[in-house]
């Protein structure tokens, strides 16, 4: 039995969402009915999450975040 949620009006921030688990994570969001933002690197993956997630309807904002010591914060 597959438990349903409902993210109707809300938005989902998903840091690392251009693999693995973030990627999961902002697709069943966005499934879910959330509005995503995700957060990720390299930016191309991160664009074709957030591809993906504009399919089904929702919106969705990208960026590429590369924390290196301080020196891209």
């Not at 251009?18 to 390299?42: D, E, H, Q, Y």
Request: charged content about 10%; hydrophobic content about 50%.
């Amino acid at each position: 039995m597959a438990i349903q949620f409902d993210f109707s009006r809300k938005v989902a921030f998903v840091i690392g969402g251009g693999t693995g688990i973030g990627c999961a994570a902002a697709l069943a969001f966005a499934k879910a009915g959330a509005n995503v933002a995700v957060v990720g690197s390299p930016k191309e993956l991160a664009a074709t999450v957030l591809w993906q997630c504009s399919e089904g309807g929702a919106f969705s904002i990208g960026s590429n975040l590369v924390v290196d010591g301080g020196q891209s914060v």
